[in-house]
T-cell receptor, first 112, second 110 residues
Framework: DSGVTQTPKHLITATGQRVTLRCSPR?????VYWYQQSLDQGLQFLIQ???????AKGNILERFSAQQFPDLHSELNLSSLELGDSALYFC???????????FGQGTRLTVV | SQQGEEDPQALSIQEGENATMNCSYK?????LQWYRQNSGRGLVHLIL?????REKHSGRLRVTLDTSKKSSSLLITASRAADTASYFC??????????FGQGTRLTINP
């Protein structure tokens, strides 16, 4: 158990809909990363937060947004969903900006 | 664009043999990390090597880092069936992003 909790584990939704993925980082970790992994692909970096502030942005679509709350949990919002958004979405947390990352088990999103 | 690129993309060996995977990156780094991912699961951290280190060991894992060539290698000795997984390198780019490569899919045949 990495200590990082992601909910829900599975999500099936229709095109055009909006969903929210939630991540609770490991106790004491201030930094949260979000990644997208399509089938058998590498991890695409989406966005990073550190202690509530956005620190780095990757190839995140404008339809996607995220935030980190005062209690350090983070949410990734995906809107106007398309079939191509179907993927595994991972959250990871670290103590510092680029120290060892602990990953959640991911949310498998299926857009139908 | 991806910072780390693993090579080969896929590797299949017999149990007991050694497996070597390589990672190349483009910009200067503070550290480089290797992770393992079992199918569809979250990534698990294996080892971190800092830019001023050249080699690091952890159990059956040996990681080397050559900053002049911007490359790293992961050696798994005496492979086991349980080592079957995808292996990713990750670099920090010095910009507080942790960026992963496409991974090497390792299959250990009994």
């Amino acid at each position: 158990d990495s200590g990082v909790t992601q909910t829900p584990k599975h999500l099936i939704t229709a095109t055009g809909q909006r969903v929210t993925l939630r991540c609770s980082p490991r106790s004491g970790d201030l930094s949260v990363y979000w990644y997208q992994q399509s089938l058998d692909q590498g991890l695409q970096f989406l966005i990073q937060y550190y202690n509530g502030e956005e620190r780095a942005k990757g190839n995140i679509l404008e339809r996607f947004s995220a935030q980190q709350f005062p209690d350090l949990h983070s949410e990734l919002n995906l809107s106007s969903l398309e079939l191509g958004d179907s993927a595994l979405y991972f959250c990871a947390s670290t103590q510092g900006p680029t120290t060892e990352a602990f990953f959640g088990q991911g949310t498998r999103l299926t857009v139908v | 664009s991806q910072q780390g690129e693993e090579d080969p993309q896929a590797l299949s060996i017999q149990e007991g043999e050694n497996a070597t995977m390589n990672c190349s990156y483009k910009t200067s780094i503070n550290n480089l990390q290797w992770y393992r991912q079992n199918s569809g699961r979250g990534l698990v951290h294996l080892i971190l090597i800092r830019s001023n280190e050249r080699e690091k060991h952890s159990g059956r894992l040996r990681v080397t880092l050559d900053t002049s060539k911007k490359s790293s290698s992961l050696l798994i000795t005496a492979s086991r069936a349980a080592d079957t997984a995808s292996y990713f390198c990750a670099t920090d780019q010095g910009a507080q992003k942790l960026v992963f490569g496409q991974g090497t899919r390792l299959t250990i045949n009994p």
